[in-house]
T-cell receptor
Framework: GENVEQHPSTLSVQEGDSAVIKCTYS??????FPWYKQELGKGPQLIID?????GEKKDQRIAVTLNKTAKHFSLHITETQPEDSAVYFC??????????FGAGTRLTVKP | GAGVSQSPSNKVTEKGKDVELRCDPI?????LYWYRQSLGQGLEFLIY????????KSGLPSDRFSAERTGGSVSTLTIQRTQQEDSAVYLC?????????????FGSGTRLTVV
């Protein structure tokens, strides 16, 4: 379908460990894959994105990988900190007009 | 303003009443989107405005929902004869252009509670 499958729905890690969230999509025309972080009571904020001509992108402790053949992309957070606790959404764009989101992953980082 | 502004931040209404939710996008952003987020759920696309083009209304769940964007800036989402299942956070986002080129900036949302 047009939407994105996101797993897991909840994830709990110990501070300092890594966290990985995976998303799959079916529309091969998708070309832009952002990740958003939503803290309690706030709107989602873009934290990293990747385009279909790139396989991996890093920004400090955050990285995103994209496998176009398998139609899946993943968010990797290393050296997790309590302030990383939030709900994370993956998304993909279709026809550059609208963005379809995954159902979200609630990440809890335990100190 | 510096960001996307939504008002009110919270709205409690009685079942059957009409409500209006407002979104003030970032100045100069030609694209504006409305999403609905039910408790613990993902973001459900509702409607999309791009410049002077006809809006994409394909996500509106029923004819009780409508939206307009006046002068290419402020947008109002109207829900008529509200039902309890309309309770959710309504998020607005704006973009400088196409979603693939510029990404979205979201507002903080309006939490609607229908009692």
């Amino acid at each position: 379908g047009e939407n994105v499958e996101q797993h897991p729905s909840t994830l709990s890690v110990q501070e300092g460990d890594s966290a990985v969230i995976k998303c799959t999509y079916s529309d091969s025309a998708s070309n832009y894959f952002p990740w958003y972080k939503q803290e309690l009571g706030k709107g989602p904020q873009l934290i990293i994105d990747i385009r279909s001509n790139v396989g991996e992108k890093k920004d400090q402790r955050i990285a995103v990988t994209l496998n176009k053949t398998a139609k899946h992309f993943s968010l990797h957070i290393t050296e997790t900190q309590p302030e990383d606790s939030a709900v994370y959404f993956c998304a993909r764009t279709h026809n550059n007009n609208d963005m379809r989101f995954g159902a979200g992953t609630r990440l809890t980082v335990k100190p | 303003g510096a960001g996307v502004s939504q008002s009110p931040s919270n709205k409690v209404t009685e079942k059957g009443k009409d409500v209006e939710l407002r979104c003030d996008p970032i100045s100069g952003h030609t694209a504006l989107y409305w999403y609905r987020q039910s408790l613990g759920q993902g973001l459900e696309f509702l409607i999309y405005f791009q410049g002077n083009s006809a809006p994409d209304k394909s996500g509106l769940p029923s004819d009780r929902f409508s939206a307009e964007r006046t002068g290419g800036s402020v947008s109002t989402l109207t829900i008529q004869r509200t039902q309890q299942e309309d309770s959710a956070v309504y998020l607005c986002a704006s973009s400088l252009g196409g979603a693939s080129d510029y990404g979205y900036t979201f507002g903080s949302g309006t939490r609607l509670t229908v009692v």
